[in-house]
């Protein structure tokens, strides 16, 4: 039996994907469930099974190449003198008849040596493609609207036109950046696609969602002890629990209380979203994702706790799935362990707020009329004004702090 | 400047020559007593002789080697063949012979020949005498290929011709003889070869064209302005040398080339010109180059026929309308 493998869709957004690595050559046997290959996303690399058990008889894509989901990528058959000439015959035959209508075309060829080259065509007229070249427009993202929808002149001028009024004010700034002779050398780092992937993100959130910051620190002498009380009971060192996952707790139960919190502003209307899911930011070496604990106002400590650290190594490790870093309502970010003292988040769209944690800090405090010394935690709330108005910030983030020096309100 | 027709041009031009320089002659089939069956030589023999307007068997291959022959001792012969389907019976003489000679004598010869002809569709004459074969010729290295589409052009590229020191191809076409048009009365009265002319000014797409399909392309032009599209016609009037200079200079005014002739597709000269603009101004190029041209089948006699074979002011502006 042969079995044709394709580029998978690991979630339902997804269009396209490039194979980072191959674990299996080209006549290497392979067990159904059996890692066979590893696939990079927008954000994260996933490792993929096997659909079937048997011999790599043909790897179709080269390792760093991009393509649609669905695309064959490789051959698989029961034995090794199975004739697979048909199957890759038949889907060069598909690949290579012209599709007029798309305005990019996928060919894959399979040449004399067996290797498959991706080529893209994006019909563009010579033309079009030299004055975009030459003013610094990516082709890929002109709409064609010439004959077979080709890329001509007046669609790349068109494009010119929109980008010259949408960034009137920035391109002096531009001007501005890289005209400084008196900056002698540089270095320039291309951007990696995580970095591009936060640049734009974080760029449209800044644009669009008018942000504003609402502080508070909180005693955290209960949750201090708290955090105690479960590190005594954990069994095994590795699942500590951390101040951070009874944030995660303390906040999802909070935004139970304001469901206007846990919304996203969608232009015309605001979404209530059903689902309390939070976003925990992790740092990874060239960024930072943020994996999502679904219905984390309905999990205990400890299981936040546990899928929490699972979820941070796989982040660190690229292997992050789309579905375990989508579909967040609101996101916390910590740098307490930094000693942070305080600082305000960019809000991740298209969420409405985002919890900055800061250090627990010992500080001289006033309570009973005197000066004592108590584990201090500040607090810093982001949120889209578009959705929340400052006393409803004020009112919850009051919530989440009376929350934090009293935990055991959770079970009120 | 007077209007003349297209085959008094021709003539005016012969006559003029003639008179200024005694060694020029006309030869060949029914110049002199029936002044040719287009009457571009009409009166010729009363006014210089039969020795200078010679009437000839029908021998296309004696015509054309009389030339060389007379040519190389001097002579500065004009010959016609009637049609240009028939300079396949003189293809040796003007192959191998004429465009070969100043190479081969290392410039010790000249062969300052003219071949008069005429081709394309004109009222029925079917297979044998409707072609257009100016490729053929273009391809001979040592050849200069004319094809003229106004009075105008015909007077002052005949002459350009008649003076000039290599074999000249001149092909004109049969459905242009009786068009008029201005033509100058001087004496001196010269179009050089290898130069085009922008019969039209245009900013939306070029149309390069020769001889008769450059009238049918100003047509289209006309009804294409109608529609808003502003077109540019190109008449190359000499293929051999072509002038490349004024080809480039449009398609980077343009960026759209329609290439019209009505020559057959499939080793027309039409893709000679699209091959040229891909090397010289690929990158000015806002649409595949396009071609309209006759069909590659043999020219028809019945008329319905041969009006479906040949490109029209139609064809051109389909053709126009798909790259723009």
Redo the contacts between chains.
Sequence with gaps: MITLIEMPALSSTMKRGKVVKWYKREGDLVEKGETLFEVETDKVNVEVESLASGFVRKILLEEGIQVPTNTPIAIISDSMDEDISSVIEARSLVSVSPGEEEPEEMELRTSKTSRVKERMIIKT????R?IAEQEDIDIQTIEGT??GG?I??QDVEMAIAERSHAHQGETEAEAEYEIQPEIEGYEDIELTKIRRVIAQRLQKSKLTAPHFYVDVTADATAITRLKEDFEKRSKKPADKTTFNDIVVKIVSHALKEFPIVNSSFLEDRIRLHGAINIGVAVAVDDGLVVPVVRNADQKSISQISHEVMELARKARNRRLLPDEYRGGTFTITNLGMYSVEGFHAIINPPESGILAVSAIIQKPVVADGKITVRPCVKLSLSVDHRVVDGSVAARFLARIKELVESPSLIFE | MKEIKYREAISEALREEMSRDERVFVIGEDVGQFGGVFQATASLLESFGASRVVDTPISEQAIVGSALGAALVGLRPVAEIMFVDFTSMAMDQIANQCAKFHFMTGGQAIVPVVIRTQGGVGFGDAAQHSQSLEAWHAHIPGLKVVMPSTPFDAKGLLKASIRDDNPVVFIEHKLLYLNEGPVPEDDDFIIPIGKADVKREGQDVTIIAWSKMVIDSLEAASNLEKEGIDVEVVDLRTLKPVDLEAITKSVKKTGKVVIVHEACKTGGFGGEIATLIMEHAFDYLDAPVKRVTGLDSPIPYAEPLYRAVIPNPDWIMKGVKEII
């Design positions: 007229s010579p033309l079009a030299r010439g004959p080709r001509t002149k």
